[in-house]
Structures are given as C-alpha cells and as structure tokens.
C-alpha cells in the first residue's frame, strides 16, 4: 500500500479542539477560530453574562490565545475578528471567510397580493444577531407605512448570547416565556398568523430557506454583534437589496451605496427612512442587490476562495520547513 506523509494539519478551535496535537509532530497546524470569547464576540447590557458564563468564558479565551500561539497559522472568518485577539498575535492570524456556491432560484415563498415583503435571517433570533432592533424598527415602519409584512427566519434558541438566563433570571418557571422570540412579540405586543403584519419562518430545507430569501423585496440586517454570520452571505448572493447595520464585520461586506446600504445600528430614524425609500420605489434601488451579487461572486465564491486557502496552507507549510530547517 502506497503513503502518503501529511503535509499540514487544519483543526477547528472548538469543534476539532487541537491542544492535544500541538509539540506532537513536525507537521505545520493551522486552526481556525470564529471568535476567541463571548467577552469578545459581544452582547447587548439588557442580556448580561452571568456568572456561570463569564467562569467558562475566560476558559474559552485563554483556550484561544493558547491555540493562536501554538498554531503555525489561525484562519478567523473576517478582519473584525481578528481584531477580537490581542495584538501581539495578529503576525499569526489570516482572515480568511469560507467560500460559497449559490444559485439563483425561482421562490415559492407564498406572498399576500400589494404587500411589500421585508425579510430577516439569522442562525438565532437574538439581540446580538440583531432580531429584537428588526422588531422595533418594523413597528416604527408600520406607522409610517402599512402594506407592509415582516418576514423573520432563524431558531428561537439563543446560542450567542445571553438572552436565555435574563428569562429564567426575571420569570418564575410558571409565566417564564418559552424562548426569547416569544418574549420579545409578547412584550412588543405582536401576534403571529392572521391578519398579522410578522411571520416567522422556522429552519426548513436548504431549497425552502432559498426560496424565502428569494421571496423578500428588502433585508433588513441589523446587526449587533458578530464576526462573520453566513445567512448575510446568502441574501447577498441572491441579489437582495440590503439595509445593514455599520458595524462589526459587516463594513468587510457591504459597501454603502453600491452593494447595500449601511445604518448606525442606534440611529432608528435614518433606519426608518431608508426602509420606507425602498419600499416606496424599490426599483430605483434594485442596483444595489445586483451588484451585491456580482460582487459576492467576486470575492467569495467556492472557485475564488479555495486558491486562496491553498495559498494559505502552503504558506504554513513552507514556513514551519524554513523553522526546521
């Protein structure tokens, strides 16, 4: 039987977990790491860490800090995350996102004649993601304009933030809400199904979740807090017209005013303002979801971005030989 040596090891921070492999062989080890810590990552003051979750946040951080000074080379999905380590280990980490292969569909999402349909996505509905700021920007919207329907998909299981421990913190287990999504329409005063201006699309089929995004007029993408979060890679592979929030990862992303739209993530009435402009002449905005397609294929398309993980892995490898050597 013929071998093959192992020219460089890829490991991911949390789910490949590589501490045991460092100083056991000679061959380069590259780790990828989304984020080093939820201290880093961020979370809204409403939803504090609690204290059981700062004690194994710190555990996570110096986890990653190890694992930057110990790899040849890290890989973090974007620049902010970079910027999320210490400076000291910048030389040792590559921003690299993934790379993609999406194609345009025909939607099936089913939509209420006249209405103009505003969509939003994220992994989990939280304040991080931006969720509860979507919430209140479309009540403000609704004021200034009613045919219109907002459309959320993503999981009501909080995963980035802390949303879940302010509910068992303040409710009694009798009245504590299910999840943070149902608290957040309770408290708003919102109803779903019916005559209802929201609906939540819960995660389906790949071809499902396509077709919802295909179906929208607008995203909104308030985002609070995050490193690289892959359902914006999906709306703007699709050419959807987009009004994002200017912070965090997304500036890497969007560019303001040929790609998408960029907002202050506080400054609700320039959101307000941009929202309603697009739905009252979507056509004279429509550019900007089609360059934003063109553009995603560009830079983060599969066929773009493998060239340039090889390029990264060959690095790795050709400095750890030059260090042996």
Known sequence: MQKTAIDVIVAHGS??????????????????????????????????????ATFRDKIFEMTSYHQALKSDLVIVPSKYAKTMFPVELHGKIVPQMEGFDIKRQQTAFKKESGYF???????DLSSAKGFEKFIILAKKVLKERQKVKFVFCGSPKVLYSYEEAFLHSNFPAETRPKDFMSYLL???????????????VSFAAYADFASFIEGMDLFVYPLQFGSANWGLFEILFRGRTTIASDRCFVPEVIEHNRTGMLCPYDDDELWVRRIVDVIDQPERFKHLGDAAAADMNDRFHISKVAPRYLD???????????LLD
């Open 15 to 52: 789910g490949g977990f590589p501490l045991q492999v460092f100083g056991e062989f000679d061959v380069p080890i590259v780790t990828y790491i989304e984020f080093p810590s939820f201290g880093h990552h961020g979370h809204s003051a409403a939803y504090p860490q609690p204290d059981y």
């Open 186 to 200: 309770e408290r708003e005063g919102i109803s779903l199904g019916g005559d209802s201006s929201f609906q939540h």
């Open 117 to 123: 349909y505003v969509g939003y996505t994220a992994r």
């Open 312 to 322: 990264i892995l060959t690095f790795a490898t050709l400095r750890k030989r030059l």
